[in-house]
């Protein structure tokens, strides 16, 4: 079955301007959650979202922000992008209501701003 | 949600076995204890999890403390395609909030 894929895979902008990215889940999996990685800071949460509804959300301002679909895709927005939003950002979905809560990634997208 | 504490990084050689620590002193008792790592910036992948026993599976083994206060994940004879970035997590699945640490960066020596 398809994994978690996530578009664009690159995109380069300017400061000042807006971003959307767009995470589509495995099939079945209701939550969706994301994830900024910059070098030497690891991965760092953004925000989760099950069935169309933000569940946790993590130290992040409010010019990230997302939303999620009837159909459990999911998009992440920033705006007024900074330098310093420059990032791998990732996606990864699961079964939350399950036990487990396994984590499937996808690739991610790499967002420079110059 | 567990905060976990890494060592930064490790070295192992080709053919040996890699061991990989893991402080979670604060992970609850229905948080389950994952490993995930990350090749250069790929996606991270999904390697193992356990509650209270070890477990194993093609990838790798997990030794968890009895007191459930550290792990261990073993890569049996690792190879140089195990170089990664290698993540423990406290995960109970649910709606809690999962945090990632920075990782142990394993780097495989010929």
């Known amino acids: 079955k398809a994994g978690v894929t996530q578009t664009p895979r690159y995109l380069i902008k300017t400061r000042g301007q807006q971003v959307t990215l767009s995470c589509s889940p495995i099939s079945g999996h209701r939550s969706v959650s994301w994830y900024q990685q910059t070098p030497g800071q690891g991965l760092q949460f953004l925000f989760e979202?099950?069935?169309?509804?933000?569940?946790n959300k993590g130290n992040f301002p409010g010019r990230f922000s997302g939303r999620q679909f009837s159909n459990s895709r999911s998009e992440m927005n920033v705006s007024t992008l900074e330098l310093g939003d420059s990032a791998l950002y990732l996606c990864?979905?699961?079964?939350?209501?399950?036990?487990?809560?396994?984590?499937?990634f996808g690739e991610g997208s790499r967002l420079t701003v110059l | 949600d567990a905060k976990t504490t890494q060592p930064p990084s490790m070295d192992c050689a080709e053919g040996r076995a890699a061991n990989l620590p893991c402080n979670h002193s604060?992970?609850?008792?229905?948080?389950?204890v994952y490993w995930y790592r990350q090749i250069h910036s790929q996606g991270p992948q999904y390697i193992i999890h356990g509650l209270k026993n070890n477990e194993t599976n093609e990838m790798a083994s997990l030794i968890i403390t009895e007191d459930r206060k550290s792990s261990t994940l073993i890569l049996p004879h690792a190879t140089l395609r195990d170089t990664a970035v290698y993540y423990c997590i406290g995960n109970a699945g649910g709606y809690q909030k999962v945090t990632f640490g920075t990782g142990t960066k394993l780097q495989v020596i010929p």
């Open positions: 990864a979905s699961s079964w939350r209501e399950l036990d487990t809560g396994e984590l499937f």
């Open positions: 979202y099950f069935s169309e509804t933000q569940r």
């Open positions: 604060t992970i609850s008792g229905n948080e389950y």
